[in-house]
């Protein structure tokens, strides 16, 4: 039987920049059909711009219309824009946030898909230029990677952290902004989530 792989995200899982107009999701999709052929399909319901209430949403209609054997989830970077003044609010504010993410993994755990989490990987800080108004900070980032491990650890759900090998990484090789990866950046990051799912038994 075909199993059906999905995932809810934003640009970076929709595959915005990538150069090759794939995407790390269907890098990945790629990469597992030429272990596994014709025993897969995949569908991607990222969307740009989406935040985690965009995500609560969009489960609820495109999610659990669908049977999905896998659940990919890469949500979260819109959630963490501020003005160039890092002392002021966030767009959405932790408590909300967890919030969100506790009924996106509600509404998930109706369909008895595995699910696994991606983390949120770093931004490169310096390339916000200075006419831009919204920016985003790593230390927001990796407070709110601390926040989605936890309610993942609480609720018995596979957590892929990806941060910290990021962060020593040359970015500004792999990345075609400040936020989004390029083609090889992609690339990478289907090789590294393949590999997890491969580790963890998830195919």
Known sequence: ???????????????????????????????????????????????????????????NFEVLSRHFDLILINIGINDLRRRKDSNLQLDFSEGCRIMYWNKLLDILALTKAKIVVLDLTPVIEERYSEQASLVRYNS?????????KEICDNRNINFFSRYDLWKNRELKELYKDATHPNANGHQIMADEIFEYLQQNKLL
């Open 140 to 148: 927001d980032v990796e407070r709110y990677n601390e926040i989605i």
């Open 1 to 59: 039987m075909v199993k059906n792989i999905g995932i809810i995200g934003d640009s970076i899982a929709h595959g915005y920049y990538d150069e090759q107009d794939l995407g790390w999701f269907a890098r990945l999709g790629k990469i597992i059909l030429s272990q596994y052929p014709g025993a897969y399909v995949f569908n991607n319901m990222s969307q740009s711009g989406d935040n985690i209430a965009d995500a609560v949403n969009r489960s």
